[in-house]
C-alpha cells in the first residue's frame, strides 16, 4: 500500500490523546504501507522529519496558520466553512498536497479529522477517490456539548451555529468518504444512524501497556491524586477549574493529608491559578508522565464536556492506579462501573468522598486495578489495535478491487 496520511498536527512528541491516537496509527500503518505524512507543524516548532519518525516514507510539515483571527471569525459566521475548518485552510498545505499527488500514486488518503476536508478534493484524484477519516470524536457533538458549559451568550450562540455547520459538513463527509474509523461502538452507531450506508469501522484508543506497567513495583500507600491533560484545551480546564472549585475542599476535609497534582502541558491562567489552592500542585509541561502515575492514590476524570474517548483513562489503569471519573469522562470505553473503575457525578462531592474512601482498602483497590489492567491488556493495546487498523484498510481495498 501507499498512504498519504494528512494531518492537522505534528504527532511528536505526543503529548495529548489526539497525537496519541495520530503517532501510533502513523507507526502501525507504516509497517504494512509506504506512508507520506503530510502535517502542520506545531507553532514556533521545527517541522518533523525521518530522524523523529524513521518508519515512514517521507515527513512533510507545513507550518500552523494562525487561528480564530477575526476574519475566520466573521467567515466562519457567514461562509459555508466553520471556523474549526478554516483555522486549518493553508495555501502552503494545498501547494504541499498538489506536489504530494503529483509525484506518487496513493492507494489510500488518510484525513486525521474533518479539520483537514478542504484538502480531499486535490489528494482524492490520484486514490481513486477513497479518502478514509480518522474521526478523533464527532466534532459537532463536541461543540453542542461544550456550547452547553460556557455562560457567555455570544459563545453559546456561535456554538450552536458552528455546531450545526460542522453536522452539515459531517453528513456530506459520511456520503462521499470511502471509509471512517471511529473511536467506539457508540460512535459507530450514532454515524450509522446518520448514514447507514457509511463504511464504519472502530479502532478504539489505546495504551502502551507495558510501557506504562509498574510490575512488581511496591509502593507505600499514596496520598496524590492527579488529573492529567492537555491543560488549554477547553473540557480539561472546564474540568480542573471546577473539580477543584467544588469538590476538591470536600475531599481536602475528610482526607487533610491528600494532595492534587494537575499534571499536563500549556497550563491557561485559570488552571495556574489553582496551584495557589492549599494541596493543588499545576505542573505545566511534563517530560513523562508515568513517574506521577506511579505514585498516585488516584486518577481522576471529572468531564462534562468533550467527546471522543479519553486515554487518560487508559494509562492510568495500565499503570495500575484506580480511575474516578464522570460518566461522560469515560464515555465510549468498555469499563464496568465499581469492576474496573469508580463513577461520580461531576457535581457530587458526596460520591467522590465515598469513592476516595472505598480506595483506602488495599483490597478494594487490588481488585478494581486488577480488572482494569486485565482490560487494556486484553482490549486497549496499540499492538493490538495497530493490527486492526492495518487489517481494516486492506480490506476495505480489496473490497474495491
Not at 484525513?111 to 478542504?118: A, E, F, P, T, V
Not at 496520598?223 to 477549574?241: C, R, S
Amino acid at each position: 500500500m501507499r498512504i498519504l496520511f494528512l494531518s492537522p498536527r505534528q504527532c511528536w512528541p505526543p503529548r495529548s490523546g489526539a497525537k496519541l491516537r495520530e503517532f501510533h496509527f502513523l507507526k502501525a500503518l507504516a509497517q504494512e504501507a509506504q506512508v507520506t505524512y503530510l502535517h502542520f507543524t506545531d507553532p514556533g516548532s521545527q517541522p518533523l522529519t525521518l530522524e523523529e519518525l524513521p518508519f515512514c516514507n517521507e515527513v512533510v510539515g507545513i507550518p500552523k496558520p494562525g487561528a480564530y483571527g477575526l476574519a475566520k471569525l466573521i467567515r466562519g459566521v457567514v461562509g459555508r466553512w466553520p471556523v474549526s475548518v478554516l483555522n486549518y485552510t493553508s495555501a502552503p498545505m494545498s501547494a504541499a498536497v498538489d506536489r504530494a499527488v503529483s509525484g506518487s500514486v496513493f492507494d489510500l488518503i488518510h484525513l486525521d479529522s474533518i479539520h483537514m476536508m478542504r484538502y480531499r478534493a486535490t489528494s482524492a484524484k490520484k486514490a481513486g477517490g477513497r479518502i478514509v477519516y480518522n474521526w478523533h470524536n464527532i466534532e459537532s457533538e463536541a461543540m453542542r456539548r461544550y456550547g452547553a458549559t460556557v455562560t457567555s451568550r455570544p459563545r453559546r450562540w456561535y456554538a450552536r451555529l458552528t455546531a450545526s455547520k460542522l453536522a452539515g459538513l459531517e453528513r456530506e463527509t459520511l456520503k462521499t468518504g470511502f471509509g471512517h474509523v471511529v473511536c467506539s461502538e457508540r460512535e459507530k452507531e450514532e454515524l450509522n444512524r446518520i448514514a447507514p450506508s457509511a463504511r464504519v469501522a472502530v479502532v478504539e484508543n489505546g495504551v502502551d501497556v507495558e510501557s506504562f506497567s509498574r510490575g512488581s513495583e511496591v509502593l507505600l500507600p499514596a496520598q496524590k491524586v492527579i488529573f492529567v491533560g492537555l491543560m488549554d484545551y477547553y473540557p480539561n480546564i472546564e474540568a480542573a477549574t471546577s473539580f477543584t472549585n467544588r469538590i476538591w475542599p470536600a475531599l481536602r476535609e475528610r482526607f487533610p493529608g491528600l494532595t492534587l497534582w494537575i499534571v499536563g502541558a500549556n497550563p491557561v491562567p485559570a488552571v495556574v491559578e489553582l496551584g495557589n489552592l492549599d494541596g493543588v500542585t499545576v505542573t505545566g509541561t511534563v517530560a513523562d508522565v508515568r513517574p506521577y502515575y506511579r505514585d498516585a492514590a488516584a486518577a481522576i476524570v471529572p468531564l462534562r464536556t468533550g467527546g471522543g474517548t479519553r486515554l487518560k483513562i487508559l494509562e492510568a489503569m495500565a499503570a495500575g492506579v484506580p480511575v474516578i471519573s464522570s460518566p461522560l469522562g469515560c464515555e465510549g470505553l468498555a469499563v464496568t462501573p465499581s469492576e474496573d473503575i469508580l463513577l461520580a457525578d461531576p457535581d457530587d462531592a458526596s460520591a467522590w468522598v465515598r469513592h476516595m474512601a472505598r480506595l483506602s482498602s488495599a483490597a478494594e483497590r487490588t481488585k478494581l486495578t486488577g480488572a482494569a489492567l486485565q482490560l487494556v491488556r486484553s482490549r486497549y493495546d496499540w499492538q493490538i489495535l495497530g493490527r486492526r487498523l492495518c487489517n481494516t484498510y486492506k480490506d476495505w481495498l480489496k473490497s474495491d478491487v
